[in-house]
């Protein structure tokens, strides 16, 4: 999986935030992270898949897998949904 280009993690005033940058200049695209989406945030930056998602998530938290995978997949389909993630190529 991949970000779009054009949004930045910033810290403010102790929350966590993604904001469009350039062309992207939308409000409906500026969203605030709790700290499991700032991991996996990170993680998407440098092209993490699902399970590299998961890996994170229970490295950190003590959760099941399958709760992680639930939470992973749900923070991927809210992003999906809001347009944060280049869709997938046909190769």
């Known amino acids: 999986m991949k970000l779009k280009q054009g949004f930045i993690m910033r810290e403010i005033a102790g929350e966590t935030i993604v904001v469009p940058s350039g062309d992207e200049l939308k409000l409906n695209m500026m969203i605030t992270l709790n700290d499991t989406g700032k991991l996996l945030w990170k993680k998407l ?14 490295a950190k938290y003590d959760v099941e897998e399958q709760t992680a ?15 944060f993630l280049e869709e997938a190529s046909n190769v």
Do not use: C, P
């Not at 930056?45 to 229970?58: H, K, P, S, T």
């Open 69 to 83: 995978r639930s939470g992973a997949e749900a923070f991927v389909a809210k992003l999906q949904e809001r347009g």
């Open 45 to 58: 930056e440098v092209g993490a898949d699902m399970d590299e998602l998961v890996q994170a998530m229970l």
